[in-house]
């Protein structure tokens, strides 16, 4: 069956450093776009960041552009954010989505925690 796994979550300081990862299976990952969104408590989901299916084409919400860098490797079914110079306001929960078509589907999501 499908499925999307989150993992890399955690806690880290303000300013620290965290790389996520979504492995995905039971889909042709190569053919779908990938996407990254966060929702922190009280608020709505949001965009993070989102990747082509052939990881030619990035897009970054502004206020994570310069800090967070999103890639995928078709081999391994897995997409990656990477993300720096972390802010208390980063803490949510984040999640992977994959898109093709009118296929959509989603992980767990793993907890991020930006605390000192």
């Not at 499908?2 to 880290?12: A, D, K, P, R, Y």
């Not at 776009?33 to 966060?38: G, I, K, L, P, V």
């Not at 929702?39 to 082509?52: C, D, F, H, T, W």
């Not at 084409?57 to 490797?73: E, L, P, Q, V």
Request: charged share 15%; aromatic share 12%.
């Amino acid at each position: 069956q499908v499925q999307l796994v989150e993992s890399g979550g955690g806690l880290v300081q303000p300013g620290g450093s965290l790389t996520l990862s979504c492995a995905g299976s039971g889909f042709s990952f190569s053919n779908y776009a990938m996407t990254w969104y966060r929702q922190a408590p009280g608020k709505e989901r949001e965009l993070v960041a989102s990747i082509g299916s052939d990881g030619g084409s990035t897009n970054y919400t502004d206020s994570m552009k310069g800090r967070f860098t999103i890639t995928r490797d078709n081999a391994k079914n897995t997409v990656y954010l990477q993300m720096n110079s972390l802010k208390p306001e980063d803490t949510a929960v984040y999640y992977c989505n994959a898109r093709a078509f009118t296929n959509s589907f989603w992980g767990q999501g793993t907890q991020v925690t930006v605390s000192s």
